[in-house]
């Protein structure tokens, strides 16, 4: 690199039409260049050298179909003078729901117990004291129906049929999206987040001139269960239950020698 350099300043120096400051810039810019050669050498040789060790982090996805799904609609009544009216409420908002899921072809629901609300008076400043101490403007009733099936479509129409279909009455509905087949994908996924890791070490190691030896350690990561397009990431593992379509990833931690 010396060599090249003073060949430059040669041949710069023996032309007398070039003036004293194009003559400087030049040898600043080839001094430049033998600067710049030192230090990629010097980094190329502070990436990896044989006797070294790589550490890297390997990857893996794939996109799944959730293959069960979880739905609970819960049903409330309108507010009643006492607790009798505001079953019998209830009980005739159920009905109707039931045969509209009847109607759509719903898995066999569950019902769960009903439960009676006081409604309490409650002052301007009361901040939601429940004791009643104002006394009682009246009661509700409330009940969920819930029901699991391996048709996911079904569901998310049915949640969807429904909130369209009853929107008159208080009726909230919630749907969980599993996929169950994780445990029997989850080493082919470690396999192939291992290879990923080898890909990665064999690119750093060839940036140095070296090659990638055995592994020395490796450990695997928590898995990743989130939307397809979602970027959420938790270090403890993340489980989106909201969506249907899910994105697994996993990862795992391996340190290669170098030779």
């Known amino acids: 690199m010396a060599f090249v350099l003073s060949g430059i300043i040669e041949v710069l120096l023996s032309y007398n039409m070039l003036s004293m400051k194009f003559q400087l810039s030049a040898l600043i810019i080839a001094a430049s260049f ?6 990629a050498m010097n980094i190329a040789d502070k990436v990896v050298k044989k006797g070294d060790s790589v550490a890297v982090t390997g990857t893996a996805e794939r996109v799944v179909v959730s293959d069960s799904a979880s739905w609970s609609i819960r049903i409330e009544s309108k507010q009643h003078d006492d607790t009798k009216l505001a079953k019998e409420d209830l009980i005739e908002i159920k009905k109707e729901v039931l045969a509209f899921l009847k109607g759509n072809k719903s898995p066999e629901p569950k019902e769960s117990m009903i439960t009676v609300t006081k409604i309490c008076k ?18 509700t009733a409330s009940q969920y129906i819930s029901m699991e099936t391996p048709d996911v479509y079904l569901v998310n129409n049915l949640s969807i049929k429904v909130a369209e279909n009853f929107s008159d009455i208080d009726l909230s509905n919630n749907t969980n999206y599993y996929y169950n087949n994780l445990k029997n994908i989850r080493a082919d996924m ?3 987040a291992t290879r990923n890791a080898k ?5 750093v190691a060839s940036a140095g001139g070296a ?23 938790s270090d403890y593992g993340s489980y989106n239950t909201n969506a249907i379509e899910k994105k697994i990833t996993a990862t795992v931690k391996a340190n290669f020698s170098v030779r």
């Not at 033998?34 to 230090?39: I, K, P, S, T």
């Not at 090659?211 to 979602?230: D, E």
């Open 190 to 192: 470690l396999s192939e």
């Open 34 to 39: 033998v600067f710049l050669g030192f230090a």
């Open 211 to 233: 090659i990638i030896g055995s592994i020395t350690s490796l450990s695997s990561g928590v898995f990743q269960v989130t939307a397809v397009n979602s970027v959420d990431f």
């Open 122 to 139: 409650k002052d301007k400043d009361d901040y939601g004291s429940e004791n009643c101490s104002l006394g009682i403007l009246g009661y």
């Open 199 to 203: 890909e990665r070490a064999e690119g």
